[in-house]
């Protein structure tokens, strides 16, 4: 199938239900360049395993994964499962990769950027270190993420006269996305993505994993080295691994 961005199309896989981008990092970020200089308003989630699993047992959350502008296939399980299914995608393309590659093209065409997430210190020590190493980036707006409903519309009024190119919002899973569904006529952002604990790498706070783990597939494992607390969240991913295999049963059966 076929997602469009103004005259931009992006080939998908359905993968329970969800249209998952089979394109590469390169064509990733072709894609969403369009969709800046034709300012279409674009959700481009970063899926893994923990998010279908979530979605499964949360049918609004399923229903965001479903109706996202873009999603791509962030986490190892997901491209695993997509090959497993008989729907290959062309790779893996991490979040935090298609982030810096955004930033890289930003630097050059002069986007403006938009930081939503995390606590005011990291999100401000994030700030700085991006500006530092993209200069061309204008970051029109900084916030932490700890806002409640009654806040939304101050914090979607202020993103919406900022105008950026780029939103990031760094928030929790169950959190971001949603929350971007939420507000995407009034965000009206051409890139808005969820990064989940990117701006702790961003702003120096965690080192990310070694390019072997990550080539890979294991910067799951070196979150979790780093934040041990984080192990429930992991029980999902033989969860899900299970649930690939009986589904992949079950379509050869037919």
Known sequence: METTVGKAKAETVTLFGVEVSKMGMRQTVEYLADAVGRRRATHVVTANPIMFMTGFENESFMRMLREADLVVPDGAGLVWAARRLGKPVAER??????????????????????LLGTSQELIEAARDRIAEKYPGLRIVGCRNGF?????DDEVVR?????KPDLLLVGR????????????????NVPIMIGVGGSFDVMSGKLKRAPRWMQKAGL????RLMLEPTRWRRMLVLPKFALKVMVFGEKQRAR
């Open 93 to 114: 393309v991490a979040g935090f990769d298609l982030v810096q590659e955004l930033f890289r093209v930003g630097t050059r065409e002069g986007w403006s950027v938009y």
């Open 147 to 151: 806002f409640g409903p009654d806040e």
């Open 158 to 162: 202020d993103i919406a006269e900022a």
């Open 172 to 187: 929790s899973t169950y959190t971001q996305d949603p929350w971007i569904a939420q507000y995407h006529q009034r965000l």
């Open 219 to 222: 910067e799951w494992a070196h």
